[in-house]
C-alpha cells in the first residue's frame, strides 16, 4: 500500500514540475499556494452553500462543481511543499504556516458540506459529515502532537490527500451521475422508513466511510504514541 502511495505521489510531482519551474520564475512563494489552497477550499465551501440556498433538492450540480474546486485546492496543497523544496524556500515557519493554514482549509470545506447537507434536509448525512470533520482533525492533532513528543506517528488510513480524493471524487461523481439519474432517484422497500438508496448516497456514504476510518485512525494513533512513548522511558 505504502509503495503505491509513493509511487503514484511521484507520478503526480512529475506532471507539476513544469508548473512549479514556472512559480520558481515568477518568484511564487510557497506560502502564495498554500493561500492560494485556502481560498479555493472557501470558493468550494461558497459553491455547497450557494447550491443550499438556491437550488432544489435534487440538484447536485453544485456538489460537482465544489468537488471539482476541493481537488484541485488538493492539488495546490502538493504544490507547496513541492516547491518550498525545489526552490529552497523550506524552513520551520513554512512547515507551521502550511499545517495551520491546512487545518482552516479542512474545516472551512467541511462547514460548507454540514450547511449544504443540513439546508437540503439530509440531517443524517450532516451529523457523519460533523463527525468526519473531527476524526479528520483529530488524525492531524495526535500525529503532530505525538511528533512533538518524539514519535513518529503516521500509521493508519485517512490522511489528508486521502480525505480530500475521497471528498473531492465523491462529490464529483454525486453531480457527474445526478444529471444522468435524476437527483431524486430512490431505491425503497416496502418495510424501511428511508430508501436503501438516493442519489445523494453517492456523495454522504463515502464521507460516512471517511467519519468511521478516520475516528479508528486518530485513536490508532492515540495507541501506537502510547506504546513507543512506553518503550523509550523503559
Not at 492531524?140 to 518524539?150: D, I, P, W
Not at 501506537?224 to 523509550?232: G, M, N, V
Request: neutral net charge; aromatic residues 12%; glycine residues 8%.
Amino acid at each position: 500500500m505504502d509503495s503505491l502511495k509513493e509511487s503514484g505521489q511521484m507520478l503526480v510531482y512529475q506532471l507539476i514540475n513544469p508548473l512549479i519551474q514556472l512559480l520558481i520564475k515568477l518568484r511564487v512563494t510557497p506560502n502564495m499556494v498554500t493561500a492560494f489552497g485556502l481560498g479555493l477550499n472557501l470558493v468550494a465551501t461558497i459553491i455547497f452553500i450557494y447550491g443550499a440556498e438556491f437550488s432544489s433538492r435534487g440538484d447536485h450540480s453544485f456538489v460537482g462543481w465544489a468537488g471539482a474546486t476541493i481537488l484541485i485546492a488538493g492539488l495546490f496543497d502538493m504544490i507547496d511543499g513541492r516547491l518550498a523544496r525545489m526552490s529552497n524556500q523550506a524552513n520551520p515557519y513554512g512547515a507551521l504556516f502550511d499545517s495551520v493554514i491546512d487545518r482552516y482549509s479542512e474545516m472551512i470545506m467541511f462547514f460548507g458540506i454540514c450547511y449544504y447537507f443540513v439546508s437540503q434536509d439530509y440531517f443524517l448525512s450532516s451529523i457523519f459529515a460533523f463527525i468526519a470533520m473531527i476524526g479528520s482533525l483529530m488524525v492531524s492533532y495526535t500525529r503532530a502532537r505525538a511528533e512533538g513528543l518524539g514519535v513518529e506517528c503516521s500509521v493508519g488510513l485517512m490522511q489528508r490527500p486521502e480525505r480530500i480524493l475521497i471528498i473531492g471524487i465523491s462529490a464529483m461523481l454525486c453531480g457527474i451521475l445526478s444529471s444522468w439519474t435524476g437527483g431524486n432517484f430512490e431505491v425503497n422497500v416496502s418495510w424501511l422508513p428511508i430508501p436503501i438508496f438516493e442519489t445523494i448516497f453517492i456523495f454522504s456514504f463515502p464521507i460516512t466511510l471517511l467519519a468511521i476510518f478516520a475516528n479508528v485512525t486518530a485513536i490508532r494513533r492515540l495507541l501506537y504514541s502510547k506504546k513507543e512513548l512506553a518503550a523509550k522511558s523503559s
